[in-house]
């Protein structure tokens, strides 16, 4: 990939950004306001082309952004993670089928949960929080259990990712 084709799959006024691929790239997950603009927003679908779209979480009263993706296995698409405040005014992480369904909420701390990303076997997910009063990184199991903080230090940490396996 040189950046030469560029094209454009997206055409609304509302904001679409986060784009993440689905991990057999047949197709992109992102985050749009385009189903509550101008105001809220939800994790849509589509095609790598831009046809197909789908609201997965078509919720107009909360704010769900921030996907990430993990395989599935046994014939499963796979999982999708996301941020979002339907259950209270903070943000917590949730995952949910990559069809929308099987809605889970992975964290219920009154801080704010962000920036989730999966472990490459879809067990575990990584996340920064405020719940220490500064920003850490903790993980959990995708079920919402085993949850570990990894950062102590006084300084803010955000956007943790896994080292990728070799």
């Known amino acids: 990939m040189d950046g030469s084709n560029l094209r454009r799959i997206t055409d609304h006024e509302a904001s679409d950004v986060e ?4 991990p057999d790239g047949s197709k992109i997950v992102f985050c749009s306001s385009r189903s509550v603009w101008p105001g809220n927003a939800d994790i849509w ?7 197909g779209l789908v609201n997965l979480t078509n919720d107009p009263s909360s704010f769900d952004c921030a996907p990430g993706t993990v395989p599935g296995s046994g014939g499963s698409m796979g999982k999708i993670s996301f941020v979002s405040d339907r259950a209270a005014d903070n943000l917590s992480i949730y995952t949910m089928d990559v069809d929308g369904s099987n809605v889970w909420r992975v964290t219920t701390d009154p801080a704010d949960d962000l920036d989730s990303s999966w472990s490459s076997d879809g067990a575990t997910l990584v996340f920064d929080s405020n719940r220490s009063g500064t920003w850490d990184i903790y993980t959990v199991e995708a079920d919402g259990t085993n949850l570990r903080r ?3 230090d006084e300084a803010d940490e955000w956007n943790p990712a896994w080292r990728p396996e070799v």
């Open 45 to 51: 679908i589509m095609n790598p082309d831009g046809t």
């Open 19 to 22: 784009p993440v691929w689905l």
């Open 150 to 152: 990894l950062t102590t």
